[in-house]
């Protein structure tokens, strides 16, 4: 039997934007640079305005009925879109998990420091957990250790809430605060 030539993959163009000759509609609602209605038409004749002005065809809403096109610089457009993304990824604020760690048996002041950068980083909108690490036997005071994450979340309660309890994790004992709204 013959082998049979391979055919090189067809690859769908839904990743490829709908602008000029790969709109693929019967008819079309035609939108000019300025904004002004130009009607309905077929394609090809929205193309040839669109050559004339020595600009792209550009499918804005395949949903509508008939679909809806505008005449505009395809480039420009893309650019513009790239530079609007970027400013809102410049905007938003990604909340992170920043780490308090001390010692049950730890004392006033190191005690108050720890508050401060706890309140620090609540101010900035990020979580705080805050751990409490054993060492050799002093697992056995988890009880004590539970009184001094309880009396953190009391000292932190007008800028944090506990979004999770005090629990133990292995050799430590870990409670989460999340900023209040």
């Given at each position: 039997?013959?082998?049979?030539?391979?055919?090189?993959?067809?690859?769908?163009?839904?990743?490829?934007?709908?602008?000029?000759?790969?709109?693929?509609?019967?008819?079309?609602?035609?939108?000019?640079?300025?904004?002004?209605?130009?009607?309905?038409?077929?394609?090809?004749?929205?193309?040839?305005?669109?050559?004339?002005?020595?600009?792209?065809?550009?499918?804005?809403?395949?949903?509508?009925?008939?679909?809806?096109?505008?005449?505009?610089?395809?480039?420009?457009?893309?650019?513009?879109?790239?530079?609007?993304?970027?400013?809102?990824?410049?905007?938003?604020?990604?909340?992170?998990?920043?780490?308090?760690?001390?010692?049950?048996?730890?004392?006033?002041?190191?005690?108050?420091?720890?508050?401060?950068?706890?309140?620090?980083?609540?101010?900035?909108?990020?979580?705080?957990?805050?751990?409490?690490?054993?060492?050799?036997?002093?697992?056995?005071?988890?009880?004590?250790?539970?009184?001094?994450?309880?009396?953190?979340?009391?000292?932190?309660?007008?800028v944090a809430e506990v979004q999770q309890a005090p629990k133990k994790?292995?050799?430590?004992?870990?409670?989460?605060?999340?900023?209040?709204?």
């Open positions: 039997m013959p082998e049979r030539p391979e055919r090189p993959e067809r690859r769908p163009n839904r990743d490829l934007p709908a602008i000029n000759e790969r709109i693929r509609f019967p008819k079309i609602r035609v939108i000019d640079a300025e904004g002004e209605q130009l009607g309905i038409m077929v394609p090809r004749d929205a193309m040839k305005i669109a050559d004339e002005k020595e600009l792209d065809l550009v499918l804005v809403s395949d949903k509508a009925d008939p679909p809806v096109c505008r005449i505009m610089d395809y480039g420009k457009f893309k650019f513009e879109q790239e530079k609007k993304a970027r400013e809102a990824k410049k905007k938003q604020h990604t909340v992170d998990v920043k780490e308090v760690k001390m010692r049950y048996k730890i004392e006033e002041h190191d005690y108050s420091v720890r508050i401060n950068q706890a309140k620090r980083f609540l101010h900035d909108g990020d979580k705080v957990k805050v751990t409490i690490m054993f060492r050799g036997r002093e697992i056995q005071h988890s009880d004590l250790a539970e009184v001094k994450l309880k009396r953190m979340a009391e000292d932190l309660q007008e994790e292995g050799r430590n004992m870990m409670m989460l605060l999340a900023p209040k709204k």
